[in-house]
Each structure stands twice: as structure tokens, then as C-alpha cells.
């Protein structure tokens, strides 16, 4: 089965989705994961930190319901993917102050011009993941190319009042990942010595 490696967010079938509220476990934290792809993060941050639950976002059917076969197999029930666009659907199955982290690893990077709107951080995106957050929760970006980190960057950062705190220093990338789990393009990247810019912040007050 051939899988689409880019998807345009903006097609109108895209806003079309049905979808119906999450149920998340009250008693253990949420991280999400937008552009899960193969959730081959998920599986190993599950791995990592069993005791919590994990969300990855995908806009590809196909490779949720691979990734749901995956983990399944796997015995990783605190893990799923559902098929949902980024740009509208968050609200909808995300209750308010509900996620710990959120992850943005490695988005298309949508070369042109024209095409900037499509890329998933913005300053739109960031205001949704505001009000999904807990009080002190965070977002995490990982990707090889600059002027995406910069524009994550810039969204983050450039805010009146300031809503969220960078984990390093203002304006500063992280040195390395806070955590050992990786996608396969981060482990592609890695492994061919690609510069990967890395951002993290916390959550300082609630919208």
C-alpha cells in the first residue's frame, strides 16, 4: 500500500472529518503528538514513561490505522492515533487544559512562498495549544529545517502578554533532547549527522 509522504492541510475534504471527543484517563498525564506519522515516537516514548497516555494526530488514514495495528500487537493500549487535520480539529477532540505535552517533530516544510500558510506552526496553532494545555505543560519542536524553527520560534516567543517560558534561555534552541524516544525521520537525521533545531517551552499561565 503506497502512503502519501505529504498531504495538503488545506483541501476542503480534509475539514469535512467527523469526530467525537477523547476520552483521556484523568489519573495519568497526555502527550500529543501532531504529524504522528507511523507513531514510532509514541511507541517509544510509551516505552519510556509507561505510566502515561499517548495521543498522536494524523492526517494520513492509512498510517493511523497501521500505527493502531502496531500497537496493538505491541500490548501499548496507552497509545492510539486518530485521523484528524491539525488546522481545525483540535478543539474537537481535546477538552481544554486536558494535555501535558505537546510534540511537533519534524513538519513538512512546504518550500514556497505561497505555500507558508500550510505549515503547522503558526501563531493560530499556538493559541489552540494554549488553551488544551495544563497549567505548566509544554510543547516540543524538533526539526532540520531553520526556517521552520525560526517561524516556531517566532510564535513562541513573540507574545504580549508572554504565555509561555523557554526551557533553555529566550530565543535559544536546546542543545539536545529531554527525552530518548525518536521518530524515524529524527533517528534518519541523526544518523546522516543533519542539524536538528530542537525548542521547548512551558506553559506559564492560562489563556
Not at 5 to 22: K, M, W
Not at 174 to 195: T, V, Y
Amino acid at each position: 500500500m503506497r502512503i502519501r509522504q505529504h498531504v495538503n492541510p488545506l483541501r476542503s475534504d480534509f475539514f469535512a472529518i467527523f469526530l467525537e471527543p477523547l476520552t483521556l484517563p484523568a489519573d495519568r498525564p497526555v502527550e500529543v503528538e501532531l504529524g504522528s506519522a507511523e507513531a514510532q515516537f509514541l511507541m517509544e516514548r510509551a516505552a519510556e514513561e509507561p505510566g502515561r497516555s499517548y495521543v498522536g494526530v494524523e492526517i494520513r488514514r492509512e498510517l493511523v490505522e497501521q500505527s493502531n495495528r502496531r500497537c496493538q500487537q505491541s500490548g501499548l493500549a496507552q497509545v492510539r492515533s486518530v485521523f484528524a487535520n491539525i488546522s481545525v480539529d483540535l478543539p474537537r477532540i481535546l477538552p481544554p487544559a486536558s494535555v501535558s505535552r505537546f510534540f511537533v517533530n519534524f513538519p513538512d516544510p512546504w518550500w514556497k512562498q505561497r505555500q507558508r500558510k500550510r505549515r503547522v506552526v503558526s501563531e493560530e496553532l499556538i493559541d489552540q495549544l494554549a488553551r488544551l494545555l495544563r497549567p505548566g505543560g509544554e510543547i516540543h519542536v524538533a526539526t532540520d529545517i531553520f526556517d521552520i524553527a525560526l517561524d516556531a520560534m517566532a510564535a513562541l516567543e513573540d507574545e504580549n502578554p508572554r504565555r509561555f517560558h523557554n526551557l533553555r534561555e529566550p530565543w535559544c534552541f536546546l542543545a539536545q533532547s529531554r527525552f530518548a524516544a525518536r521518530s524515524r525521520r529524527e533517528r534518519h537525521c541523526e544518523e546522516l549527522g543533519i542539524k536538528i533545531w530542537r525548542l521547548a517551552y512551558r506553559l506559564t499561565w492560562e489563556p
